[in-house]
């Protein structure tokens, strides 16, 4: 069986497997994987961009992957209201190709960064977090070494204003602070929405935070969220 979910894979993406355990656990379904030089998507409901390394990184993170030709089939069918996931390399595409505003750069402490972070849920009236609590306080591994947001700041105070910052980087007691923003983003995003709320881009893995026996579930409510909308 296969569900109207499509994943799309580049050269050098490195986290699709995890991807499909996450749809399949919630659908029971295969979702349709998308090698990136296609040029249409088949009718779906929702589409993955998942992380890794595209192109090397050349350039920078995702700028080369964001000009795949699959990418203005992505674009035209965001318009049209398909939801829109893209995770780490994923949340660099989609700023790449203009369907975000901001730019992914390279980490304050110019480290990779693999470690857990504590997130605060921002919004639970959206299609990826109707699962959560309002200012929830949940753990999502991150492993970035390009998960420095910035943002014009004129345009900072635009998204801050429409509320499409969803995830803050947050101490377990949900307190925004420098401490615990290691990548350097501004105002601790983690993640944000465009203005029609049905693209998302994240840095932190919600992926690799789907079962307890393998670090915690937290992640999984995304992926619930968004695939039983």
Known sequence: MTCKTAILIFPGTNREREMITAVRNVTMCNPIMIWHTET????VDVIMIPG???????LRPGAIAARSPIMQDVAKKSQDGVRVLGICNGFQ???EANLLPGVLMRNATLKFLCRNTYLRV???DTHFTR???QKEIIKIPTANSGGNYFVDPLILTQIEKEGR????????DGEIDDDVNLSGSLGNIAGIINKNGNILGM?????NSIDP???GGDGLILFESMLKA
């Open 40 to 43: 249409t998507l088949p009718p």
């Open 52 to 58: 890794g390394f595209s192109y090397g990184d050349y």
């Open 93 to 95: 595409i989609l700023t």
């Open 122 to 124: 921002e919004r639970n």
């Open 131 to 133: 699962g959560y609590h």
């Open 165 to 172: 910052i969803i995830f803050r980087y947050c101490n377990a």
């Open 203 to 207: 840095m932190p893995h919600p992926e």
């Open 213 to 215: 026996l393998f670090g």
